[in-house]
């Protein structure tokens, strides 16, 4: 049976009501995940110093390039077949790791040229080097990782996360302080990688029919998986490369001030990887066909991006509100111009978290080539955006030229969903939502002249936050209203 032949099951509100465990133990893994890396950088940070901890950013940077162009993505495409053709998930999941393997060493390769071309000190290259280790048994533990989720078993995936995270927040700050630096953190993250494949190949097994049905030739694996490479790399060029111009273009202390911001950002999209990742498994074994979307799905997906919409509009009046006061008290004075690059890059929440939701719509009706062209057109306006820029307005112009990024590839895909299912897909009661928020926002402003920002920022908060639980309960009493009628 093909991809194309996969047995359709049309989404239900059941299947939707059992997708609540499911996103709820993938956003646990997610949030321990972020909640770790977001510690581990905080005591890196401090630990380090500004201009080694931006040096250390740089070369985490390099080394998630690598990770991309290397196959990450083929953990949704393992998610996506299994959940379509279980019986494929073995010769899938050992072909993939394998391939992904013979990636890596060449990818590395180019990355430490490209390191050497553009001058970077031999101590930079040979630090790069030893972290691109981690990706070794990264691999087999990506891999694994995308079965379960095609299986739907997520209960493994937070202690996965929790494995790694204890490792190298207690072995780092061992080895800084025996001396070993940078170098000390490089090693707890190649034993917290080794160690979370381990975790993550032992839960898979049990669920795999080996040897399982024939998967095609590798050349066909190649002409499926491809977009895979080349669309994650490019995605995370124009999502990563302003790290490395401002490390070239302005030093490496505008790095580290725009490194822990970024990275704070990054860390938002727990939520919309959570919900998305539980639906994608839905979605793509409920197609009618190959390249299609039905109307369930379309409708599951605006109810989707509904919920991701509220979130990501109180995660920036939260922003507004707390990231002076929290940045100053986590990092101290140093890093007060973080502040302002934090409150520009929340901006970003809104676009990012929708495009979480169109692609992963996308993605299950086989539409992942589109991306190659949405990603593309994104890193020609990034790179050239920020080569203007940054030379001038350094860390804040990386922070807008992503904002702006995001709204690009946000436009492009609502075009594709509807050129391919036929109609557009926005959130539910979108236009509401941003009549409140709007509304909110100058509250919050006016408010600013006479009672302090603190004081206001947590009463616009408080406010727009009643109307997002009362915007998502009244969409669940309407469903229950919906089911009761239909018995």
Not at 133 to 157: D, I
Not at 169 to 180: D, E, K, S, T, V
Not at 263 to 285: C, E, H, K, N, Q
Request: some cysteine; aromatic content about 10%.
């Amino acid at each position: 049976m093909t991809a194309g032949q996969a047995k359709s099951r049309p989404i239900t509100e059941a299947r939707l009501a059992a997708i609540v465990p499911n996103a709820r133990r993938l956003s646990l893994s997610q949030i321990i995940r972020r909640l770790f890396r977001m510690a581990i950088l905080f005591m890196a940070a401090r630990l380090l110093g500004v201009q080694t901890f931006g040096s250390y950013a740089l070369l985490l940077t390099i080394v998630e390039l690598v990770s991309m162009v290397s196959g990450y993505g083929y953990v949704d495409f393992l998610t996506r077949e299994a959940a379509q053709r279980p019986e494929a998930a073995w010769p899938l999941g050992r072909r993939v790791t394998l391939l992904r393997l013979a990636y890596i060493v060449p990818a590395v390769g180019l990355a430490l040229l490209s390191f050497a071309l553009l001058g970077f000190a031999s101590s930079v290259i040979v630090d790069a080097a030893l972290l691109s280790l981690a990706l070794l048994p990264r691999a087999a533990g990506e891999s694994a990782q995308g079965l379960l989720k095609g299986f739907q078993r997520f209960s493994p995936l937070p202690w996965i996360e929790f494995a790694q995270g204890v490792l190298v927040l207690g072995y780092a700050p061992f080895l800084i302080f025996r001396g070993y630096g940078l170098r000390g953190v490089i090693a707890a993250e190649i034993l917290a990688a080794t160690v979370g494949a381990i975790i993550a190949v032992r839960s898979v097994i049990g669920q795999l029919s080996i040897p399982g049905c024939d998967t095609g030739s590798v050349r066909q694996l190649l002409r499926r998986t491809f977009v895979f490479n080349i669309y994650p790399f490019i995605t995370n060029v124009y999502d990563r490369v302003d790290v490395v111009l401002l490390s070239r273009l302005v030093g490496s202390f505008a790095t580290g001030i725009y490194a822990l911001p970024y990275r704070a950002f990054a860390t938002l999209s727990i939520i919309p990887y959570s919900l998305m990742g539980a639906l994608l498994p839905v979605f793509s074994s409920s197609r009618i066909q190959a390249g299609q979307v039905d109307a369930g799905t379309n409708s599951a997906c605006a109810r989707a991006m509904k919920f991701l919409y509220l979130v990501a509009l109180l995660i920036i009046l939260l922003t507004l509100t707390l990231a002076r006061p929290v940045i100053l008290f986590t990092l101290g004075e140093s890093y007060t111009d973080s502040v302002i690059t934090l409150m520009i890059l929340v901006w970003a929440a809104v676009p990012s978290f929708l495009n979480f939701a169109l692609n992963t719509l996308l993605l299950s009706a086989h539409r992942e080539k589109a991306f190659l062209v949405t990603a593309t057109v994104c890193t020609v306006f990034n790179v050239a955006a920020n080569l203007l820029l940054i030379p001038r307005y350094s860390f804040r112009a990386a922070a807008a030229v992503t904002v702006a990024t995001e709204c690009l590839l946000l436009a492009q895909n609502f075009y594709l969903v509807r050129k391919f299912s036929g109609r557009a897909v926005f959130p539910v009661d979108g236009f509401m939502i941003t009549a409140v928020f709007v509304l909110t926002l100058g509250g919050f402003w006016g408010m600013q002249r006479v009672i302090p920002l603190t004081l206001a920022g947590g009463l616009a908060c408080f406010v727009f936050a009643v109307f997002a639980l009362a915007m998502v309960t009244g969409l669940r009493i309407r469903r229950a209203g919906l089911q009761v009628g239909s018995r």
